[in-house]
């Protein structure tokens, strides 16, 4: 692609030829440094639309009080039992904090393993 443009002359006839190369071009070069700088095996991740100020994540071990504390600080319901892993998704909830509104995000419980399938019953 750089050599096409490089030949080409640059004239009103081929200014939108050009610009077509530069695009590719632009494209492949993203393409390329999001593949090496991408991490090997992630996940899938949470999709929470963003609200408030700030976001702060429950981080944890699974039954430590995360979804408690959620339930606590904002109206927000969150499941809560006696057994490991009743937070399989994100749950969002909202605080105000001296005119700040902070969001919650209340995570599930992170174990050693579970990258490899260990948790929810397996």
């Known amino acids: ?6 030949r080409t002359q640059k004239n009103k006839a081929t200014n939108a ?5 530069k695009a590719k071009l632009a494209k492949l070069k993203a393409d390329l440094l999001n593949q090496s700088s991408g991490t090997k095996g992630a996940g899938d991740g949470f999709d929470v639309s963003k609200s408030g100020d700030c976001r ?7 039954s430590v009080g995360k979804s408690t504390l959620l339930n606590t600080l904002t109206n927000t ?4 039992a006696s057994y490991e892993f009743t937070t ?3 749950i969002p909830g909202v605080i ?9 995000l209340d995570l599930p419980g992170i174990i050693e393993g579970a990258s490899k399938g260990k948790g929810r019953g397996r």
């Open 1 to 6: 692609i750089e050599d096409e443009m490089a």
């Open 17 to 21: 030829h050009l610009g077509g190369l």
């Open 56 to 62: 702060v994540g429950l981080v944890g071990f699974p």
């Open 77 to 80: 319901f969150s499941a809560v």
């Open 88 to 90: 399989l998704t994100c």
């Open 96 to 104: 105000t904090y001296k005119g700040a509104r902070i969001q919650l």
